[in-house]
């Protein structure tokens, strides 16, 4: 059965320090990947999703960036945080085509 | 751009009362609706779909062109179904679902 896992589950950051959050998926092969940001009062806002390695969209301008080393592995980055970085980062993942997402249990990020 | 408007952040019933988590979308296309929930220290998850035409857990959402809405409704609320409740949107195939901002359901007794 597929499965997903983020990490680390919690961090807490100083401004300006650099960020990467890990996203991995088993069992299953060239999935759709996407990480969504939920912070209060703002809902669930996507980020960035892949289709493929190497293969990045991203939906708002913003302070973070997302890479797709492999096909089943996606990092999302920043090389300095902001105060408004602050939030639960969610990654997902869709099999190619399909309209259902699986998240993982999230990352909950703060900056201080 | 499309949109998803979840009108309320809170909604808050009695135990056996009826349930009506309001959804309005703006698109002028055909979209896939689809409610997520997220119980508490739970991952989110898939509650149900427009296209599935499903019950899940005893709620039901259908779509209407016209009001360009996808409510979820309950008859009967129980207390298990206090979650965070989210309505989403794909607007065309390999895109990725746009979210509401979520509407918080507490069902007490």
């Known amino acids: 059965s597929q499965t997903i896992h983020q990490w680390p589950a919690t961090l807490v950051q100083p401004v300006g320090s650099p960020l990467s959050l890990e996203c991995t998926v088993e069992g299953t092969s060239n999935p759709n990947l996407y990480w969504y940001r939920q912070a209060a009062g703002r809902g669930l806002q996507l980020l960035f999703y892949?289709?493929?390695?190497?293969?990045i969209s991203s939906e708002v301008p913003q302070n973070l960036s997302a890479s797709r080393p492999q096909d089943r592995q996606f990092i999302l980055s920043s090389k300095k945080l902001l105060l408004s970085d602050s939030g639960f980062y969610l990654c997902?993942?869709?099999?190619?085509?399909?309209?259902?997402?699986?998240f993982g249990a999230g990352s909950r990020l703060t900056v201080l | 751009a499309q949109r998803v408007t979840q009108p309320e952040k809170l909604l808050s019933v009695f135990k056996g009362a009826p349930v009506e988590l309001k959804c309005n979308y703006s698109y002028s296309g055909s979209p896939e609706l689809f409610w997520y929930v997220q119980y508490s220290r739970q991952r989110l998850q898939l509650l149900l779909r427009?296209?599935s035409r499903e019950s899940i857990k005893g709620f039901t959402a259908d779509l209407n062109k016209g009001e360009t809405s996808f409510h979820l409704k309950k008859p009967f609320a129980q207390e298990e179904d206090s979650a965070m409740y989210y309505c989403?949107?794909?607007?065309?195939?390999?895109?990725?679902?746009?979210f509401g901002k979520g509407t918080t359901l507490s069902v007490s007794s």
């Open positions: 892949s289709v493929g390695i190497g293969q």
């Open positions: 989403a949107l794909r607007y065309q195939a390999g895109t990725a679902l746009i």
């Open positions: 997902a993942w869709s099999l190619p085509g399909a309209n259902v997402l699986t």
């Open positions: 427009h296209i």
